[in-house]
């Protein structure tokens, strides 16, 4: 059930494990809109909450994500209400299931510990051209082209999520490097409830329906 929300009235009851998702208007975001048929061109994913900025004792949330931004690229923290006051397009808040929260809280040291050895390695594009073209992912003789083995030396938006859910025990089995940015916003990992921060109304299209086991994987 999508609904329509300020960031700044939500902020507070955002959590670790959240995911941010962004629908860009650059051409791009355009392209993987087309290949993906979704929305859904990045996503991000909620580090802390609640951090207090000792200058002016305010609490803000903080998301990691693998992108181009502000002449920087790879992955990077961001300060989200900065992300949601500059970005030209949509934005949803996906928060975690009561399931998922469990599981996560399990497990967050060992995410936490996994995502931060990851800042600052490399932004990999041609696995994001290779996740969303999956059509020939089986061909005997093009399938090599567009299916991606695992390869974590760099990352692109969806696959370092993936791993990151991966490592906290919310999915499993699933091969990072061939999840597309729709592909974890339709795992079935969510509240039913999700929240656009920026944008006009615009639904995810098969959100929290898909089940997080095994994605991704070439039998």
């Known amino acids: 059930m ?15 494990g959240d995911i941010i998702a962004f629908g860009g208007n650059s051409l791009f975001s355009r392209w993987t809109k087309l290949t993906t048929r979704s929305a859904v061109t990045h996503v991000a994913i909620v580090m802390q909450t609640k951090m207090r900025d000792e200058d002016s004792n ?23 209400s900065e992300r949601v006051a500059s970005y030209d397009g949509d934005i949803w808040w ?16 060992d995410f936490f510990n996994f995502m931060f050895e990851q800042d600052g390695k490399p932004y990999d594009v ?35 999520i993936a ?4 490592t906290a025990g919310v999915v499993s089995g699933v091969n990072a490097s061939e999840v597309t940015p729709v592909d974890i916003c339709r795992f079935n990992i969510f509240k039913k409830r999700y929240v ?6 615009r639904v995810i299209g098969g959100f929290n329906s898909l089940k997080a086991d095994n994605w991704g994987q070439i039998a």
Not at 60 to 80: D, H
Request: neutral net charge; aromatic residues 12%.
């Open 126 to 160: 041609l696995q994001l051209f290779g996740s969303a073209v999956d059509a020939i992912d089986e061909h005997p003789l093009f399938g090599s082209i567009s299916y991606n083995q695992e390869d974590f030396n760099s990352w692109f938006c969806s696959e370092l």
């Open 94 to 109: 996906l928060p975690l299931s009561s399931a998922s929260r469990s599981i996560f809280e399990q497990n967050k040291r």
């Open 163 to 166: 791993e990151g859910l991966e």
């Open 58 to 80: 305010r609490y803000f949330n903080q998301v990691m994500e693998a992108k181009s931004y502000k002449g920087k690229r790879g992955v990077m923290t961001n300060r989200l």
């Open 2 to 16: 999508l609904e329509q929300q300020q960031y700044h009235l939500i902020r507070e009851h955002m959590q670790p």
């Open 196 to 201: 656009q921060l920026k944008g006009k109304g």
